[in-house]
């Protein structure tokens, strides 16, 4: 720990990473107690492996074709915006299993990112900190883009906090009231979409999910009224990221499967703490 702290104003890529881990909470906080309360992980999960689809063909453009300015995060921005769309729409209008459709995109954006990936020269190993992340290589144009997303996220997400709220927990009340459901349940999957983005620098595509819903479902056991649950959603992915980052320095472990196992613990001991003090009140009262 104490190594960690001394390198932090010697590395850069170490404060980068700080940054991107800090700045990736807030949204993480907000968007994933949404995701949470709507009960569409499943949903961000199929979005977050259609990323890999753009990312990949990104790369072939940039390295293959000569698009320089293109970036992987721009290839995964524009895939994951895509997928949230299509996914929202099948679930409000078609008659397709909306489950059908998700595991589709989802394995089809994984296939397609892979190939692309593969027929890119001196690129198939950057294919692992992909999937699982390497937030130690986050170079300072995806620390502005990534802050630049996470701005646009929280904005929108605290703007429409009201209507988004009436979607995820009554959409047909909402309905009634004349609440456009379905223009803001798009809205809002777009929103994940892009956290999805953010996070992807963090801990990769497999473990996305985790960083998404893990701290917004600990903080639900505790708090009740949904921005509560968003605050104390930021201050666990913050607390869980730099503890990450600082548990991996000394021993060279992965950081992102590091923040995932303290996630992790930290729900397991919730749900166990849970368990052990509810029929403890039970006997007291």
Request: overall charge positive.
């Amino acid at each position: 720990m104490i190594e960690f702290v001394e390198a932090i104003g010697q590395n850069a890529l170490l404060q980068n990473a700080l940054l991107v881990g800090v700045i990736a909470s807030v949204a993480c906080g907000v968007m994933g107690s949404y995701v949470v309360a709507r009960r569409i992980s499943y949903i961000a999960g199929g979005i977050a492996h259609c990323t890999l689809g753009g990312m990949g063909i990104a790369r072939y453009l940039n390295r293959v074709v000569g698009w320089a300015w293109l970036q992987p995060l721009h290839g995964a921005v524009l895939a994951a915006v895509i997928a949230a769309i299509i996914i929202g729409y099948v679930s409000l209008r078609a008659r397709q299993r909306e489950d059908t459709v998700i595991s589709a995109l989802w394995a089809s954006g994984m296939a397609i990112g892979i190939l692309f990936i593969a027929r890119t020269p001196g690129y198939g190993e950057d294919l692992m900190s992909y999937l699982f992340g390497n937030i130690l290589l986050v170079s300072t144009g995806d620390l502005y883009l990534v802050a630049a997303l996470d701005v646009f996220v929280l904005v929108l997400g605290l703007v429409f906090y009201n209507r988004f709220l009436a979607v995820c927990y009554d959409a047909e009340f909402a309905r009634l009231r004349g609440v456009n459901v379905e223009f803001y349940y798009l809205l809002l999957l777009s929103l994940v979409a892009l956290t999805v983005v953010v996070l992807v620098t963090v801990v990769g595509l497999v473990l996305v999910i985790a960083l998404l819903t893990l701290p917004a479902a600990i903080s639900s056991h505790f708090m009740s009224r949904l921005w509560q649950v968003m605050l104390v959603a930021i201050v666990i992915s913050m607390l869980s990221t730099v503890a990450g980052l600082a548990l991996s320095y000394g021993p060279q472990l992965p950081p992102g499967a590091t923040t995932i196992a303290i996630c992790a613990g930290a729900y397991l001991i919730t749900i166990l703490g849970k368990k052990v003090v509810a029929p403890r009140k039970n006997v007291m009262n």
